[in-house]
């Protein structure tokens, strides 16, 4: 019985030298055709969030920033029972723009810019003209004039300061609108979610480092599908453990089967340098040490000339070199080797 | 042979850059004449098909290795530039060296200390900004551009390659190796041209038109081009031409030199042929898909290989393809005659008909096709010696490699035994379909032979169809019954299937059984469970889910309760005895099943009519009360809309409401159909039991043929684009109801109304043009991903590892366990448990 146990699990266990990379590759791959191209709408935070093959296509380019950034707020326990105190939550971690709740107008005549208060979007997104003012008088350099009146905020530029030109009151009022008033920047349309017994607040954007500091989000869970900024804030182990996450999310949701270790390939390959490599020509296979086999992939002409500049070598250890010289490849059996003296 | 085939392994290839001197080291001729053949069609001497860069046509002979178009391998020429070239691909190289050398010292720019940087930025603050001085000899430094794509400026002024060649060369091997250049394989100074080498002519033959005309190659006329301005040039430097003359015939040299070496350098004009098209040049040859690397080098063509349509047959095996009587004839297999075989070679030899020799290949390697006479073929079975290799047609039982294209996994090629058959398709069994995607509409598929015995045993032993039955994919069943099949098999084992002695008698016999078991049943018949059960094994013990939702019993090798289905089949039942007994156990029960169950299909007479999908009266009278409810909540909605008394979903617009709900409506009353539908067609409607028991088609296919086809949508809405407030001409302005809005509510039976045909067809449309752009965006990404992944391998001790042998994974998957067996494993519970305590 123990030694029929043993032998199955030999059986079960993957053979030395089997080519799992192209296994994972095509086992990824292949459901690419059957997958659709439909976008995926999330109540409230993000319309067409884009699923299936250009999420997955998003996901292996390791792009910077997804099209669509979502971040998912847990809350400690005391907050995730209860509607009301997630929605509180979510309401604080919103990010308000100055623009949001006022109208901002340069004029560069007389160098001045006019803040105009909008008192019922300020009292929908909970900014008093008290805290804005405030917030406007920190964000300005000393050499601008500020006066409030009423509802209204006049800036004004001296004209005879050095480097104070129409183009400088211009990039001020710019500046002026994207002032962040409230909230965590780059956090918008947070809205509550509820997931089993517990509430969570699930909006757009990424900013791990501005929500984790809300006293009531549960540091360990916060979870975002922006794969570079969770390698910047938690490291490469934490951005694997996101590729596979966000890969099997976008192959479940279209009902396909694909074996985890195929996904842990992908994402171990991605991330085993140390940082997040995309799987292409600026990443995987543009650093690959064979010149022919970069050159066979994707711009021929670039890699053959640097490598004869350099004088390079090409050890033919990858699979396209050999392919390209005509000699067994080095997976699977090819990698056997068998030596003996003929007679 | 061995030995030799031993030590012609390539180990490394270095690339480099020539020096001139090698240039004019490997050039066996100095092409000096902008032409190529004389009046009389023959070479001219130090033209640009001079006979000593060897030849392309029969009959004549190489000069410079006496080879013949076959046996020459061709030589380099050159031309010895008047005034030297830059070389346009390594404009960057050179630009960078220039930024980083001193012009007058050649010395490497170094970083100037810090003091000294201080004062300067002290002294440039007063005199305005100060150049930057050269840390070794204290010269200043100038402000080196790239004028793209040649040229270089000095401060604004143009410097003429001979000036940069200078400087380059000036460079000490020392600084160029801190440059990241190697200076033994890449002197800077070779990046400027002084000789041009002259690919052989074998590189870019001619061809001869059918009225006997010539027509040279892109590359031949670049340079004559190239002689003729380089003559030029020289005549006129000769003739003491004023410099900007000079200057400007330089200006063209480099113009076709660039050209020759990539016809789509950005910022000038590609060279063209006399018809307008841009010639192809050295980059285009190798550049993308069509170019030498993706389309000579990684991939290959092959010879013993055939193509030709395919069709079904299932009669033969599942690892068997059926090969046309002509191909069999025309494939064959290098046999080595030994001792043991030399009898049967010779035989082989002598035969006149299909199985015979075709070739036999002497030890030193002539091949010599058998002969055509008796007496020819005789003599030549007699000569035939140890050592020789015998090249025999297939047959029966070889081993061939079966492939559809695209071939997106492994699966896609696999290893099947020949079986020659009368007709011109390959034939293959039905079951075999999924893994590579097959139908039989006019399909066509490759076959292979391997040309040597190691080759031979790896198909035999790994790539075999038997031995691909899971997928390794997700660890299911690829390889599983396929629409009549699981048809048959249903009706095979249904409750109340009953078969008497004789069609029992005649079910067992195709399954290869010749015991007959006890009839089962009061009436002295066979269930058709017990004719199933025959095939299984007596240890096996299932409890399973059918995909009708009712259990499946399997107790002792008898399947005891439920019927078989699709799930029920290439579940558990599969899977396991894949894993327990072995592929080619599961092949043979495979194999014997589907005879079964297609003669149980054909016993039962299962087929499909217009009958199947007409709806009763009454039936239709529900349909309608379904489809009227559902008109007027869509009004309702509409009105609350209209009214503005809608309530508006959390985030979404009024109007992206309204659309929302009414899709939501329209779903729902689909499925409220499909209720209708199914009760109406009735349990014993063959398209609705196919539709249950997962053979073929769905519960919507039978609603849209019967019932009513439904909504029509595009980009997930429903189509509302076309004309000013409305989608047709036929339809009222403003209306926004369900016809308006492309709901079908015609039947494909009843047929649909022009209107409704019209948004049909956009909603086909947009899926034809979804599914073209998804193919070509997925293709990609896969070729990416396979290019990225390709050289991680498993090694011995279960860590994955890169081409350089960098760890990727320490144990593969974590458990090194093949995925191939990865759902297989939940059913085994001693493996199970096993792992738990090895983890």
């Known amino acids: 019985m123990l030694i029929q146990r043993d032998n199955m699990k030999k059986k079960l266990k993957i053979a030395p030298y089997e080519a799992v990379g192209v296994v994972s590759a095509q086992s990824i791959g292949e459901p690419g055709t059957q997958m659709t191209m439909r976008t995926f709408h999330y109540a409230g935070v993000a319309e067409h969030v884009p699923t299936g093959l250009p999420r997955l296509i998003e996901i292996v380019d390791a792009k910077k920033e997804p099209k669509k950034p979502l971040i998912d707020v847990y809350l400690k326990k005391e907050y995730a029972k209860s509607r009301e105190k997630a929605e509180k939550v979510a309401e604080e971690i919103s990010a308000v723009y100055l623009e949001d709740v006022a109208e901002v107008l340069d004029d560069l005549e007389s160098y001045s810019i006019e803040i105009a208060f909008d008192k019922k979007e300020g009292e929908a997104q909970k900014v008093s003209f008290k805290d804005l003012k405030e917030k406007v008088e920190k964000a300005l350099e000393k050499n601008a004039k500020i006066k409030a009146e009423g509802e209204k905020i006049k800036i004004k530029f001296d004209k005879k300061e050095k480097g104070v030109n129409a183009k400088y009151v211009r990039k001020q009022s710019q500046k002026l609108k994207q002032l962040l008033l409230k909230g965590v920047d780059g956090v918008y349309k947070a809205v509550v979610t509820k997931e089993g017994d517990e509430y969570f607040v699930r909006a757009g954007g990424y900013n791990i480092v501005g929500v984790i500091s809300h006293p009531a989000v549960d540091p360990s869970r916060i979870y975002t599908n922006n794969i570079k900024e969770i390698e910047r804030v938690f490291g490469i182990e934490a951005a694997r453990n996101a590729i596979l996450k966000e890969i099997k999310d976008v192959l479940d949701m279209q009902g396909l089967y694909v074996d985890i270790r195929h996904i842990m390939l992908v994402a171990d390959a991605m991330t085993y340098s140390g940082a997040i490599q995309s799987i292409g020509r600026h990443g995987l296979s543009g650093s690959k040490v064979g010149v022919l086999g970069r050159a066979a992939f994707e711009e021929t002409i670039k890699h053959l000339i640097n490598a004869a500049a350099k004088g390079e070598e090409d050890k033919l250890i990858g699979v396209t070199e050999n392919i390209i010289v005509g000699q067994t490849v080095p997976v699977g059996t090819g990698k056997v080797k068998l030596k003996f003296m003929p007679r | 042979?061995?030995?030799?085939?031993?030590?012609?392994?390539?180990?490394?290839?270095?690339?480099?850059?020539?020096?001139?001197?090698?240039?004019?080291?490997?050039?066996?001729?100095?092409?000096?004449?902008?032409?190529?053949?004389?009046?009389?069609?023959?070479?001219?001497?130090?033209?640009?098909?001079?006979?000593?860069?060897?030849?392309?046509?029969?009959?004549?002979?190489c000069k410079t290795c006496g080879g013949t178009v076959k046996s020459c391998p061709g030589h380099f020429g050159m031309i010895e530039l008047v005034r030297p070239v830059v070389h346009v691909e390594f404009v960057k190289h050179i630009y960078y060296i220039l930024k980083n050398t001193c012009p007058s010292c050649h010395k490497l720019i170094t970083e100037v200390k810090k003091e000294e940087m201080e004062k300067e930025v002290e002294e440039g603050e007063k005199k305005g900004r100060k150049k930057k001085k050269c840390g070794h000899c204290g010269e200043e430094l100038p402000e080196i551009k790239l004028m793209k794509p040649t040229t270089f400026l000095k401060n604004k002024d143009v410097m003429l390659p001979h000036e940069v060649r200078e400087w380059l060369a000036g460079i000490s091997d020392e600084d160029v190796r801190k440059l990241g250049f190697d200076p033994v394989y890449a002197r800077p100074e070779w990046m400027i041209l002084t000789v041009l080498p002259v690919p052989p002519v074998s590189v870019r033959p001619s061809i001869t038109l059918e009225t006997g005309e010539r027509s040279e190659d892109d590359l031949t006329h670049k340079l004559v081009d190239i002689i003729r301005i380089n003559q030029k040039l020289e005549a006129n430097i000769n003739a003491g031409a004023p410099q900007l003359i000079i200057e400007d015939l330089w200006e063209l040299l480099q113009y076709h030199i660039t050209t020759y070496f990539d016809n789509e350098t950005a910022h000038i004009p590609p060279a063209r042929h006399r018809s307008g098209r841009p010639l192809k040049t050295l980059a285009q040859r190798l550049k993308g898909k069509e170019g030498r690397f993706r389309y000579n080098l990684s991939g290959k063509r092959v010879n013993f290989s055939a193509r030709t349509v395919i069709s079904p047959d299932p009669r033969i095996r599942m690892d068997e393809v059926g090969v046309p009587q002509k191909i069999a004839e025309e494939l064959t297999i290098p046999l080595h005659v030994t001792p043991w075989n030399l009898e049967y070679c010779k035989q082989l030899v002598m035969r006149s008909e299909y199985p015979r020799a075709l070739y036999i290949i002497r030890s030193d390697g002539r091949r010599v096709k058998v002969g055509a006479t008796e007496e020819m073929r005789k003599e030549q079975a007699e000569s035939l010696k140890v050592g020789w290799i015998v090249e025999r047609q297939v047959v029966d039982g070889d081993i061939a490699l079966f492939n559809r294209q695209p071939s997106l996994h492994r699966i896609s090629m696999m290893a099947h035994e020949i079986k020659v058959l009368p007709g011109r398709t390959f034939r293959l069994n039905p079951v075999v379909t999924p893994p590579y995607n097959a139908d039989f509409d006019g399909d066509e598929m490759n076959l292979h032979v391997m040309q040597n015995e190691e080759a031979q045993a790896e198909a035999r032993y790994?790539?075999?169809?038997?031995?691909?039955?899971?997928?390794?994919?997700?660890?299911?069943?690829?390889?599983?019954?396929?629409?009549?099949?699981?048809?048959?098999?249903?009706?095979?084992?249904?409750?109340?299937?009953?078969?008497?002695?004789?069609?029992?008698?005649?079910?067992?016999?195709?399954?290869?059984?010749?015991?007959?078991?006890?009839?089962?049943l009061k009436n002295g018949k066979y269930s058709g469970k017990l004719l199933f059960s025959q095939l299984l094994p007596s240890n096996l013990n299932i409890k399973t889910k059918s995909?009708?939702?009712?259990?499946?019993?399997?107790?002792?090798?008898?399947?005891?309760?439920?019927?078989?289905?699709?799930?029920?089949?290439?579940?558990?039942?599969?899977?396991?005895?894949?894993?327990?007994?072995?592929?080619?156990?599961?092949?043979?029960?495979?194999?014997?099943?589907?005879?079964?169950?297609?003669?149980?299909l054909y016993l039962e007479g299962f087929t499909v009519s217009l009958k199947n999908y007409t709806i009763s009266k009454e039936g239709k009278e529900k349909i309608k009360a379904i489809i009227e409810r559902m008109n007027r909540e869509i009004d309702?909605?509409?009105?609350?809309?209209?009214?503005?008394?809608?309530?508006?979903?959390?985030?979404?617009?009024?109007?992206?409401?309204?659309?929302s709900t009414i899709l939501e409506i329209t779903t729902k009353a689909r499925n409220e159909v499909g209720e209708v539908v199914e009760k109406d067609l009735g349990k014993d409607n063959t398209s609705i039991i196919m539709a249950k028991i997962g053979a073929r088609g769905s519960l919507l296919n039978a609603i849209q043929m019967s019932a009513v086809v439904a909504q029509q949508t595009v980009r997930s809405k429903r189509p509302a684009r076309g004309y000013r407030k409305r989608v047709l001409p036929y339809f009222k302005k403003g209306v926004l109801s369900g016809r308006e809005r492309g709901f079908v509510y015609a039947s494909f039976h009843d047929g649909l109304k022009p209107d409704e045909f019209y948004l049909h067809a956009m909603g086909g449309r947009e899926s034809l043009v979804n599914k073209a752009i998804r193919t070509a965006r997925s293709g990609y990404m896969q070729r990416r991903l396979i290019n990225a992944l390709q050289d991680l391998t498993v090694a011995p001790d279960l860590t994955v590892r890169n081409a350089d042998d960098s760890i990727v994974q320490f144990i593969y998957g974590g458990d090194g366990l093949d995925p191939m067996f990865s759902s297989t494993t939940k059913h085994l519970e001693s493996v199970k448990q096993d792992d738990v305590d090895t983890a």
Do not use: C, W
């Not at chain 2, 092409?31 to 069609?41: L, N, R, S």
């Not at chain 2, 038997?466 to 249904?494: C, F, M």
């Not at chain 2, 909605?637 to 985030?651: M, V």
């Open chain 2, 1 to 61: 042979m061995l030995e030799e085939d031993i030590r012609h392994i390539i180990g490394k290839i270095r690339f480099s850059l020539y020096s001139p001197e090698m240039i004019r080291k490997i050039a066996v001729a100095k092409i000096t004449v902008p032409d190529t053949y004389d009046d009389d069609g023959y070479p001219i001497d130090g033209g640009l098909v001079d006979l000593r860069l060897g030849v392309v046509d029969p009959g004549l002979k």
């Open chain 2, 462 to 520: 790994l790539a075999k169809v038997e031995n691909q039955i899971l997928s390794p994919r997700h660890g299911h069943a690829i390889i599983k019954p396929q629409e009549d099949h699981v048809s048959g098999l249903y009706i095979l084992t249904r409750d109340g299937a009953e078969f008497s002695k004789t069609e029992a008698a005649h079910i067992l016999y195709l399954a290869g059984i010749t015991k007959m078991p006890k009839p089962d």
């Open chain 2, 636 to 659: 309702n909605l509409i009105l609350q809309y209209k009214n503005k008394t809608l309530e508006r979903s959390p985030g979404v617009s009024l109007q992206e409401t309204l659309e």
């Open chain 2, 547 to 600: 995909k009708m939702g009712d259990e499946v019993v399997i107790k002792n090798g008898k399947l005891i309760k439920g019927a078989i289905d699709s799930k029920a089949i290439e579940g558990e039942l599969l899977e396991r005895l894949f894993v327990e007994k072995g592929g080619e156990y599961v092949r043979n029960f495979l194999d014997a099943v589907l005879k079964m169950a297609l003669h149980a």
